[in-house]
Structures are given as structure tokens and as C-alpha cells.
């Protein structure tokens, strides 16, 4: 019974060892682990709202004319990284349960919208063809 605690706790030791440290949320000095690394699905879609409790300050460039239109992509490649640096994180599971959340909900989102407009178009196409018959759609 002893050797098997002690076996169990070599194993917990091990485990902790194995798991690269946790320097999130100290800005520049953070380095993003390699199995972060990726593209950021939430901060592409829901980039503000992403942004904000990211603490990611690029996001707010979204409302810029012309400019905004290129931060979303910029957030998508480098979102990981900067959400990381800008604030302090439990764990790397932790960052990635929530990362994957907003993923799952920029992609609902999305779903909505392509929803919408088909059913704005049908409905449009419908009301032309009601009452301007003679229109070809």
C-alpha cells in the first residue's frame, strides 16, 4: 500500500513537472506554449467583445474606418498571443476551454447572421414578386 502511494505521488510529480510554467498576463515576458499556437476563431468573429476582457487594446481599432476592416484578420492570427501576454490565466486548459467558447459562440453568431439574410432575401423575393410581377428576379 505505501509503495503504491508513493508511486502515485511520483507520478503527480512528474505530471507537474511536464507542464510548461504559467507566465501568462506579464505582457511582452510572456511566451505563448506551442500548443497554443494558432488561429483564434472567437477574436475573429466577436473581435470587441473578444477584445475587451482579452484586455487586447488592438480590438478597439475595429471601429476605425478602413483600418477596422483588416483587424479582425489580425486578431484571428495573433489573437492567442496577445490574449496570453495581456492577462493572467489559471492554466493553459483554462485558456483554452475559454478560447474554445468564444470560437463556439462567434460560430453561432455567424449562423445567425447567414440565417438572417436568407430569410431577408426570400422574404424580399417574395414581396417583388407580389407586387411587381412583371420584374424578372
Known sequence: MKKADEFEKY???????????????????????????????????????WGIPMKVPIAWLCLVPFIGFFVPFVLWV?????????????????????????SFYGFILIGVIIVAYLMVMSWMEHMISQYLPNVPI
Request: aromatic residues 12%; positive net charge.
Open 11 to 49: 507520478q503527480e510529480f512528474l505530471e507537474k513537472k511536464s507542464e510548461p510554467e504559467n507566465d501568462s498576463g506579464k505582457g511582452p515576458e510572456s511566451v505563448l506554449p506551442e500548443e497554443l499556437r494558432g488561429l483564434n476563431w472567437g477574436a475573429l468573429f466577436l473581435n470587441l467583445a
Open 78 to 102: 495573433k489573437g492567442n498571443e496577445w490574449a496570453w501576454r495581456n492577462r493572467k490565466w489559471r492554466s493553459i486548459e483554462h485558456f483554452r476551454k475559454t478560447q474554445e467558447r468564444w
